[in-house]
């Protein structure tokens, strides 16, 4: 039972490129999210899902894309890379009710934009 | 809009003691209340799921509580040990748990030897 897995681990990204952050469950829940964590700033919500095909906003999507088309998966799209978006993100996941152990967390993204 | 504080932002205390790690949020509505752990360049680690209609929780030295109403939560640590040393982490989800965490801005411990 692998959790939350996020890749890549650490990415380096020149300004106006592009990519593409994983994030996979294995734990069969249907809420998953993305959050960003800046000194300062603490976790803030990104994008996230409440089921397969359902996507919604959080308090900073701006410049971000996301889709479920699984349960599973979570991918969250940077479609510019700007060096304000330089930042560690972590992808999270529960069970609707969120009991047990509540939310998971996958192990972070350190992005740079240079 | 809710919003979580943490206080202390930072606390430093000999081993052995125990210790109090505050959480308040503005919007009394919520639907559960959890509290992370959080290394430097780590990742967060659950600790306490708190329910609304719970008023607290316990695990090993942990202690938990939840007062809803005046929108409070509190963190009790016994017997602190240096392995204690991190950053911890409150947030609330709303009652229409739709998935989304509210967080505080975290109080790091530092527990000496």
């Known amino acids: 039972n692998a959790g939350v897995t996020q890749t890549p681990k650490f990415q380096v990204l020149k300004t106006g490129q592009s990519m593409t952050l994983q994030c996979a469950q294995d734990m069969n829940h249907e809420y998953m999210s993305w959050y960003r964590q800046d000194p300062g700033m603490g976790l803030r919500l990104i994008h996230y899902s409440v089921g397969a095909g359902i996507t919604d906003q959080g308090e900073v999507p701006n410049g971000y894309n996301v889709s479920r088309s699984t349960t599973e998966d979570f991918p969250l799209r940077l479609l510019s890379a700007a060096p304000s978006q330089t930042s560690v993100y972590f992808c999270?996941?529960?069970?609707?009710?969120?009991?047990?152990?509540?939310?998971?967390f996958g192990s972070g993204t350190r992005l740079t934009v240079v | 809009k809710q919003e979580v504080t943490q206080i202390p932002a930072a606390l430093s205390v000999p081993e052995g003691e125990n210790l109090v790690l505050n959480c308040s949020f503005t919007d009394s509505a919520i639907y559960n209340l959890q509290w992370f752990r959080q290394d430097p360049g780590k990742g967060l680690t659950s600790l306490l799921l708190?329910?609304?209609?719970?008023r607290e929780q316990t695990s090993g030295r942990l202690n938990a509580s939840l007062d809803k109403s005046s929108g409070r939560s509190t963190l009790y640590i016994a017997a602190s040990q240096p392995g204690d040393s991190a950053t911890y982490l409150c947030?609330?989800?709303?009652?229409?748990?739709?998935?989304?965490?509210?967080f505080g801005q975290g109080t790091t411990l530092q527990v000496k030897p």
């Open positions: 947030a609330v989800t709303g009652s229409s748990n739709t998935g989304k965490l509210i």
């Open positions: 708190i329910q609304s209609s719970q």
């Open positions: 999270a996941s529960s069970s609707p009710g969120g009991y047990g152990y509540g939310y998971t």
